[in-house]
């Protein structure tokens, strides 16, 4: 009668794992769809600026979006966001160094302002030349990664992201996608490294901080077990 009465431990054991795996997949979409359209939406808002100031310039058959900007643009930066996003926390947990820098919404809605006032300042502000320019940006590039994150992850990545972001611009420009308006850096503009590094480690510190939510969830779950 005793034996009969004992409920089996098997399924007590799978639940919280299943449960687990399921709640991680669906963290992960909601993150990305969320990280794509703030992309998205920081793509028109940046492009903008750009082509307000005639910093880029599109073919008039393509310009098609209310934005004035054309329509693949926001897709991909949003597409673009979302990986960068889901990277960063990741390689984190693949080098095992937690990143704990100012973990929390207010530093990181500052460090997208900052992002915005780098990107405002390449197209409105002027300078005596490309030059100064460039390396002014570089300068506030470094100290929105020094300000806002510290880690040799991050800014490893930010590295990465803005030579592979400018490679690709490069690309388009020389198959006449778009173009640049005085270009000094073979087809582009010398800064844009610069605002595709900080566009990295903004998208990285939103990431990160959209991560935190499935870390607490998973602690409360292994709590309750």
């Known amino acids: 009668m005793a034996e009969s009465d004992a409920t089996p431990t098997l399924p007590k054991k799978c639940g919280p794992y299943i449960s687990s795996v ?27 600026l750009q082509i307000q100031r005639n910093v880029t ?4 058959d393509v310009i098609t979006s209310i934005f004035s900007s054309a329509w693949w643009v926001p897709p991909c930066c949003g597409t673009a966001s979302a990986v960068i996003g889901l990277l960063y926390p990741c390689m984190d947990r693949h080098l095992g160094e937690p990143h704990k820098f100012k973990r929390e919404w207010s530093s990181v809605m500052r460090c997208v302002a900052v992002f915005v006032g780098i990107n405002h300042a390449s197209a409105k502000v002027d300078f005596a030349n ?5 390396l002014t940006l570089a300068a506030l590039s470094i100290g929105l990664w020094w300000t806002f994150d510290r880690s040799r992850s991050g800014f490893g990545l930010g590295v990465g992201i803005a030579f592979l972001a400018t490679l690709v611009s490069q690309l388009l420009v020389y198959n006449g996608v778009y173009q640049y308006t005085s270009p000094d850096f073979l087809y582009v503009r010398s800064w844009l490294p610069c605002i595709f590094f900080a566009g990295g480690i903004t998208m990285g510190n939103i990431g990160r901080q959209l991560a935190m939510y499935e870390c607490k969830v998973i602690a409360e779950k292994s709590h309750e077990d």
């Open 130 to 134: 490309n030059i100064q320019l460039s």
């Open 22 to 48: 399921t709640s991680h997949g669906m963290n992960l979409v909601i993150r990305g769809i969320v990280l794509f359209f703030i992309g998205v939406f920081l793509a028109l808002i940046l492009n903008l």
């Open 57 to 60: 310039l599109f073919p008039p």
